[in-house]
């Protein structure tokens, strides 16, 4: 690799890649995924593979450095197999790990979140500002999807099965959700006979237009209007949540999965739906 790539992998650039890097687009990419239950026919790792894919290819539109994957989000209350970690401990992780991107001269961070859930990105949104205010570090942290359209954002439903149909179709068993009733974990549109390659594509090419957009204009501008502007715009869509049920992350995302679950695995996951 040579000092003239227009961006790389953290983990496999040499020092002088990486200034070279960063000297002509000071943007790094995060992808912030999970190991989560999204029913039987979908991988654990789910989560991470589509935010590593969009950080990727949005990092080849934008130049700058693409971090290692962390699989650590807001712990749900799932059973079994699915891994988090508690708010403290996330807040602790995003304040250090911005604090020490600002530090080393990273200008834009691009957070890219294919866990969702709203205490999960309330609490992304919460860093991004304190980074802003701190380090005058402008962070992008919002699940993809979200960029496009909210009704995008299930869980394991149609819209991340047909994602997982461009990235990784050999890791989609649709026949292991047999023909009854969906498990309760799977949230939003019936994938069965609805999931395609063509949904997931669209998908994918919008969230990637959006980001692109966007880390191009703070690029070019350093403005962070687009971004409280964004801000705001999120908490008020949650806005109805944290009335009835308060802003702490972990009992917050608790009674919206309780919503949105409701015993039935086909209602939406729009933080509007109670």
Do not use: C, K
Not at 179 to 190: I, Y
């Amino acid at each position: 690799m040579s000092d003239t790539v227009s961006w790389g992998r953290y983990s496999e650039l040499r020092p002088r890649e990486l200034a070279a890097l960063r000297a002509r687009a000071p943007v790094a990419y995060l992808p912030w995924g999970s190991l989560t239950r999204h029913g039987p026919h979908l991988p654990l790792g789910l989560d991470t593979m589509i935010a590593e894919a969009i950080a990727e290819r949005s990092a080849r539109r934008t130049g700058g450095v693409l971090l290692p994957a962390l699989t650590w989000p807001l712990a749900m209350p799932h059973a079994g197999d699915s891994l988090g970690l508690s708010a403290a401990t996330l807040r602790a992780l995003l304040a250090e790990g911005l604090a020490a991107l600002a530090r080393n001269g990273w200008r834009v961070v691009v957070v890219i979140s294919g866990f969702y859930s709203p205490g999960h990105e309330l609490l992304l949104i919460a860093a991004a500002e304190e980074a802003l205010a701190s380090h005058g570090l402008l962070v992008l942290a919002v699940p993809p999807l979200a960029l496009v359209d909210d009704d995008m954002l299930d869980h394991g439903a149609l819209w991340e099965s047909s994602v997982l149909l461009v990235l990784r179709p050999d890791l989609l068993d649709m026949e292991a959700l047999g023909s009854g009733p969906l498990e309760g974990v799977v949230v939003g549109r019936d994938p069965r006979g609805a999931a395609a390659a063509s949904l997931g594509n669209s998908a994918l090419s919008l969230a990637l237009e959006r980001i692109g957009s966007a880390v191009e204009r703070l690029l070019a501008t350093g403005d962070p209007a687009p971004l409280q502007a964004l801000y705001a715009q999120r908490r008020q869509r949650y806005r109805s949540l944290t009335t009835r049920y308060g802003d702490d992350p972990e009992a917050l995302t608790a009674a919206w999965w309780r919503e949105v679950t409701g015993g039935s695995a086909s209602v939406p996951l729009s933080p509007e739906s109670g």
